[in-house]
């Protein structure tokens, strides 16, 4: 049986961890699989994975040795990263391992938002680590564009393969969560590439009792977010719960997901939102992105990214919501082509390539 092993930064909240555990998980059908955290920070929870080994380093660039002795003695058939700083650290390990092994980069943002690629130094280097990957995972062409523009990889080592989801996991939550008009939410970490500032400035232009946002996250833009909730007048209306596990089993009524995100690889929550039958309103991110939300029932993509285009789309949307009957919608449903069999297929296709 032939072995993966997965390498990833922490086990935290965010959304490349939670698609890397899941194809970690699935992938124990049929390969041996180690799953192994650099650091503990700040969380080391990953139900369903049989193999985890913690390396417990203070920052993933110490990690260098620890790292380098545990692939040399698993001697892994396929080594799967993400997340930039976890990247360049792992391609820098393959230079000193031999060509059994084969590396696997998912991407979860452009390249040029991942790294510093205006910088000649940077960019070099970059390219030069990027020539050990065999193979990198996108989620969009958009991201494919990129890759190419920048001249990182050859065309045939570029592999669309969607995020996962598994439904049945959100199954109780899609049951419990009562369709609603006026309670907004948005899940996400609260720095400038989420836009939140925005989001609640659009908001305020739409905001009429009883409305009320409700914000899953933390980050180093959280207090002034809230000062600007508190100089819009919002302060009874937005309501900040920080960064929790599975924030759509912490409501019990819901309207719609809000985004305004400035740039996105594919964003999870997306994803667990229609599986939880959360409509959707965003901000033009990607072709695909604006595709899946635009096809799927209830959701909706503004005109631009502007904050007017972002409160006419949500204005709109309430307005819908509220003449049906008791306030009720349509649910939206997650797209077979990210259930998890048909990714992991899709995976197995790209490790039989390499």
Same mark, same amino acid.
């Given at each position: 049986?032939?072995?993966?092993?997965?390498?990833?930064?922490?086990?935290?909240?965010?959304?490349?961890?939670?698609?890397?555990?899941?194809?970690?998980?699935?992938?124990?059908?049929?390969?041996?699989?180690?799953?192994?955290?650099?650091?503990?920070?700040?969380?080391?929870?990953?139900?369903?994975?049989?193999?985890?080994?913690?390396?417990?380093?203070?920052?993933?660039?110490?990690?260098?040795?620890?790292?380098?002795?545990?692939?040399?003695?698993?001697?892994?058939?396929?080594?799967?990263?993400?997340?930039?700083?976890?990247?360049?650290?792992?391609?820098?390990?393959?230079?000193?391992?031999?060509?059994?092994?084969?590396?696997?980069?998912?991407?979860?943002?452009?390249?040029?938002?991942?790294?510093?690629?205006? *910088?000649? %130094?940077?960019?070099?280097?970059?390219?030069? @680590?990027?020539?050990? #990957?065999?193979? +990198?995972? &996108?989620?969009?062409?958009?991201?494919?564009?990129?890759?190419?523009?920048?001249?990182?990889?050859?065309?045939?080592?570029?592999?669309?393969?969607?995020?996962?989801?598994?439904?049945?996991?959100?199954?109780?939550?899609?049951?419990?969560?009562?369709?609603?008009?006026?309670?907004?939410?948005?899940?996400?970490?609260?720095?400038?590439?989420?836009?939140?500032?925005?989001?609640?400035?659009?908001?305020?232009?739409?905001?009429?009792?009883?409305?009320?946002?409700?914000?899953?996250?933390?980050?180093?833009?959280?207090?002034?977010?809230?000062?600007?909730?508190?100089?819009?007048?919002?302060?009874?209306?937005?309501?900040?719960?920080?960064?929790?596990?599975?924030?759509?089993?912490?409501?019990?009524?819901?309207?719609?997901?809000?985004?305004? *995100?400035? %740039?996105?690889?594919?964003?999870?929550?997306? @994803?667990?939102?229609? #599986?939880?039958? +959360?409509? &959707?309103?965003?901000?033009?991110?990607?072709?695909?992105?604006?595709?899946?939300?635009?096809?799927?029932?209830?959701?909706?993509?503004?005109?631009?990214?502007?904050?007017?285009?972002?409160?006419?789309?949500?204005?709109?949307?309430?307005?819908?919501?509220?003449?049906?009957?008791?306030?009720?919608?349509?649910?939206?449903?997650?797209?077979?082509?990210?259930?998890?069999?048909?990714?992991?297929?899709?995976?197995?296709?790209?490790?039989?390539?390499?």
């Amino acid at each position: 049986m032939k072995s993966v092993t997965f390498i990833l930064p922490n086990l935290d909240l965010g959304g490349a961890q939670n698609v890397l555990t899941r194809l970690a998980i699935e992938c124990q059908r049929d390969f041996n699989v180690e799953v192994i955290v650099l650091t503990r920070k700040p969380k080391l929870e990953a139900p369903g994975i049989l193999n985890l080994k913690l390396l417990d380093y203070r920052k993933v660039s110490f990690s260098f040795f620890g790292l380098l002795y545990r692939l040399i003695r698993a001697k892994p058939d396929f080594i799967i990263t993400s997340i930039s700083n976890c990247v360049i650290l792992t391609l820098l390990v393959g230079q000193f391992l031999g060509a059994k092994s084969k590396f696997i980069v998912r991407e979860a943002l452009p390249v040029e938002r991942s790294y510093n690629l205006n *910088s000649l %130094y940077v960019s070099r280097a970059v390219r030069a @680590l990027y020539k050990r #990957a065999n193979a +990198v995972i &996108i989620q969009s062409d958009d991201m494919r564009t990129k890759l190419l523009e920048h001249k990182l990889i050859k065309p045939s080592r570029i592999y669309m393969i969607h995020n996962i989801c598994d439904p049945n996991y959100f199954r109780a939550q899609r049951r419990n969560l009562v369709p609603d008009a006026d309670t907004f939410i948005f899940i996400g970490r609260l720095e400038a590439q989420k836009n939140t500032i925005d989001l609640v400035r659009a908001f305020a232009r739409v905001y009429e009792a009883p409305m009320k946002l409700i914000i899953f996250g933390s980050g180093s833009l959280e207090n002034l977010v809230r000062d600007e909730v508190m100089k819009l007048g919002l302060s009874d209306s937005v309501f900040f719960k920080g960064a929790v596990v599975n924030p759509f089993g912490k409501i019990t009524k819901v309207s719609a997901l809000l985004s305004m *995100s400035k %740039y996105e690889g594919f964003p999870n929550v997306f @994803l667990e939102a229609l #599986a939880c039958g +959360v409509p &959707i309103i965003t901000v033009p991110i990607s072709r695909e992105i604006n595709i899946m939300v635009g096809r799927s029932v209830n959701c909706r993509v503004a005109k631009s990214g502007s904050i007017e285009d972002f409160a006419e789309a949500l204005r709109n949307w309430r307005l819908t919501a509220r003449s049906s009957p008791r306030h009720g919608y349509e649910r939206p449903r997650l797209p077979v082509e990210y259930l998890p069999d048909n990714v992991y297929g899709s995976l197995k296709l790209a490790f039989s390539q390499l």
